[in-house]
């Protein structure tokens, strides 16, 4: 009979599925990285950031809310946010309803650099997690997920308005 494993290590089949799924978590944003910036010259970060707002009510969306769907500190989001107005691709403004809160609003620009972007970016995600799964797969992947997300987090992240 073998050892029972100890409380502060994998068992097998844990390191396992562990090892792949640390292997997926570098490199497929690595992949999606290369590709945008390859194709489009922004990162998988700017584009998270403009497919937001690209898809958000009025192409605007508060900056706190903004963070939570890119999943980053308000201060990193600053920085991009500050960029990409820099590059003429987002607006800010001050919420004329509560002057505590900052509005992120896409430009004319920053939706033309999402239109671009778009197709290489499904392209690539198809070809590397779709095209891998079967239907169900897929179905099961996204249920997966959205438990390991939920454990980490109580709060949704970003889900598409469809």
């Given at each position: 009979m073998a050892a029972p494993e100890p409380a502060d290590a994998f068992d097998r089949d844990e390191l396992e599925t562990w090892s792949a799924v640390a292997t997926l978590l570098?490199?497929?944003?690595a992949e999606l990285d290369t590709q945008l910036k390859r194709d489009s010259e922004i990162s998988h970060f700017d584009f998270g950031i403009l497919f937001a707002l690209s898809e958000a009510d009025g192409g605007t969306l508060r900056m706190s809310d903004l963070a939570g769907?890119?999943?980053?500190?308000?201060?990193?989001?600053?920085?991009?946010?500050?960029r990409?107005?820099?590059?003429?691709?987002?607006?800010r403004a001050i919420d004329p309803t509560d002057g505590r809160i900052t509005l992120a609003t896409l430009t004319s620009k920053g939706h033309d650099v999402v239109r671009a972007a778009t197709p290489g970016h499904v392209e690539l995600v198809r070809q590397l997690v779709f095209d891998s799964l079967t239907s169900a797969q897929s179905q099961q992947?996204?249920?997966?997920?959205?438990?390991?997300?939920?454990?980490?987090?109580?709060?949704r992240g970003w889900r598409p308005s469809i």
């Open positions: 570098e490199w497929l944003p769907f890119a999943n980053s500190t308000l201060s990193r989001l600053s920085r991009a946010v500050n990409l107005e820099s590059e003429g691709r987002v607006r992947l996204k249920v997966i997920v959205r438990r390991i997300t939920g454990a980490i987090r109580s709060q």
